[in-house]
């Protein structure tokens, strides 16, 4: 048992899916998992085991921002042994050709925080995803009839943006979509030695400002949640 998760050793799969949303996490566990067990429910961050085709798979809620992310992680891999952990998230486009639902894949993370520069003296570290895990992804869209967007994101700090037009300067360098987490949790994998993924379904746009509900954010990606469950159990751990 950690700090933060109320699970037993034993408890928690080699392989894990992280949304951000505990709502979501449920979702996935009641829909996806057979003989899903909640393994924690400390501040409302539920998690779960079950099988998925017969492979153990958790989902363990994060929370949102990489602080809240980065307790998760650390503890899921320190605490629990768990090798392979997937971001299952919602993002906001910044690009015209990104539209709302689609499937985004992010390649690496840049980010506006100093969480991963502090790390570094303030030098620059440029956080990356697993090659198994993005070239599993990328076979899995194709086998299941899926379009992906692939490329790098932007993990941020602020959600409410003193500036609004700040996120221009990241589209002209080509960022697909803004998000809050895997900056860091790219950054943690590394360094422990583990394979990480996020997977994004763009939840809203700053450029067509069209944007889905709060149910439909935890109800209904279930693209990329069954893109994510099959990169899953189809990647060694």
């Known amino acids: 048992m950690s700090i933060h998760i109320g699970a037993p050793q034993g408890a928690i799969a080699p392989r894990v899916l992280l949304p951000g949303d505990p709502l979501r996490a449920r979702f996935i566990a009641d829909n996806y ?38 307790i998760y992680v650390h503890e899921l891999i320190n605490f629990y042994g768990a090798k392979i952990l997937i971001r299952v998230g919602s993002c906001g486009s910044i690009q015209q050709e990104v539209k709302l639902r689609d499937l985004v894949l ?24 697993d090659w198994d895990l993005i070239s599993k992804a990328g076979s899995v869209a194709a086998e299941l009839g899926m379009k992906i967007k692939a490329g790098n994101i932007l993990s941020s700090d602020t959600f409410y943006d003193e500036n609004p037009e700040s996120w221009k300067s990241w589209a002209k360098y080509g960022i697909l979509a803004i998000e809050m987490e895997a900056a860091a949790l790219y950054t943690l994998a590394a360094r422990f030695g583990v394979k990480a993924l996020c997977l994004l379904t763009v939840s809203d746009s700053l450029i067509s400002r069209e944007e889905t509900t709060s149910e439909e954010r935890e109800k209904t990606f279930t693209g990329m949640m069954e893109m994510a469950l099959e990169t899953a159990i189809g990647t060694e751990v």
């Open 106 to 129: 992010g390649i690496s993370a840049s980010t506006n925080s100093s969480m991963v520069s502090r790390s570094f003296e303030g030098l620059n570290y440029a956080p990356t995803a």
């Open 33 to 70: 998992l057979e003989n899903a067990v909640c393994y924690n429910e400390v501040r409302g961050m539920y998690g779960y085991t079950g099988t998925y085709k017969g492979v153990d798979v958790s989902v363990q809620g994060t929370g949102m921002g990489m602080p809240s992310h980065s």
